[in-house]
């Protein structure tokens, strides 16, 4: 297998490569090390969209388990009673302050 590898800049290998294959050596090494053209265009995948991480955010907090909501909703609920709490005491300075 290794006299079938062209090292980088000799032959048809663009210079920047370290390895090239042909494409029946290619696919002896793809089976000895179980790469799979699935795990090959899953890397190549281009980057999400703002508008479309948005729906997939939103799809995804749509189906989760009661549990998953539970175990979210408990802490988001204590932040909240902070928050507020916080704002409710700076009104009531401002008014007894006037």
């Given at each position: ?38 795990d090959?265009?899953m890397?190549e ?23 998953e ?30």
């Open positions: 297998m290794e006299s079938e590898m062209v090292l980088g800049g000799d032959g048809n290998c663009p210079p920047e490569y370290t390895v090239c294959f042909p494409p029946e050596a290619w696919d002896e090494f793809s089976l000895e090390n179980d790469i799979f053209q699935d090959l265009e890397a995948m281009a980057a999400l969209g703002d508008a479309e991480a948005v729906a997939n955010f939103t799809w995804e907090i749509l189906f989760l388990s009661p549990w909501l539970a175990y979210i909703a408990l802490p988001m609920t204590v932040l909240a009673f902070y928050g507020l709490s916080i704002y409710a005491m700076f009104k009531y300075v401002q008014r007894r302050f006037r």
